[in-house]
């Protein structure tokens, strides 16, 4: 019996990475390949959805484990690709760090990166906007000879969990949308 076996850790986060790390360590004799990079631009619908709830997963465990507040860590950051990617590259990073097969150290490093992480976040969420109970899109300035950007309204959000859901739905349609419109222009007419 562990030490670990005498408690449950609340708010426990096990990415389907770590999951399959576990049943390696087992000695199944599967292969197991390092967590890649996330290319928001590249991936599929199907990658995207699975992508996003992985994301969103670790986020409410980091905010919880660190008590990061809304101005760092708002609850509607998945509507601000300048957080979706800090985040995102910030779980791959610690899906590494963590790693059974890293140097013992790292998770120094990550805890280091991760601080300046914060500093990125905490200026990030001041610029776009977004708050505890509503957000608005980030204002992008228009450069000379760019239109003006359609001016961008609040919107109080009641339920963060139903509103991830529903960005994340529109993003994994927009992306089969773009997914059937190329292989539809594979079929000769």
């Not at 791959?92 to 500093?119: E, I, K, M, N």
Request: glycine share 4%.
């Amino acid at each position: 019996m562990t030490r670990e076996d005498d408690f449950e850790v609340p708010g426990a986060y096990e990415p389907e990475y770590e999951a399959s790390a576990a049943a390696d360590l087992q000695g199944d004799g599967s292969a197991m390949e390092p967590p890649r990079p996330v290319n928001w631009n590249l991936l599929t619908s199907t990658d995207a959805r699975f992508e996003w709830n992985e994301l969103d997963a670790w986020v409410k465990w980091l905010r919880e484990t660190y008590a990061l507040g809304p101005t760092t860590l708002p609850p509607f950051w998945h509507r601000h690709w300048e957080l979706v990617w800090e985040l995102s590259a910030l779980h791959l990073h610690w899906l590494c760090a963590y790693d059974p097969q890293q140097h013992g150290s790292a998770p120094l490093g990550w805890h280091r990166d991760f601080h300046d992480a914060c500093v990125r976040l905490r200026n990030w969420t001041a610029d776009c906007g977004t708050k505890l109970d509503r957000d608005r899109p980030t204002r992008v300035a228009a450069w000379p000879g760019e239109p003006l950007p359609d001016s961008a309204t609040e919107v109080v959000i009641r339920d963060r969990d139903a509103d991830f859901a529903a960005y994340v739905d529109a993003d994994v349609a927009r992306r089969r949308a773009l997914e059937d419109a190329f292989i539809a222009s594979l079929v000769p007419a």
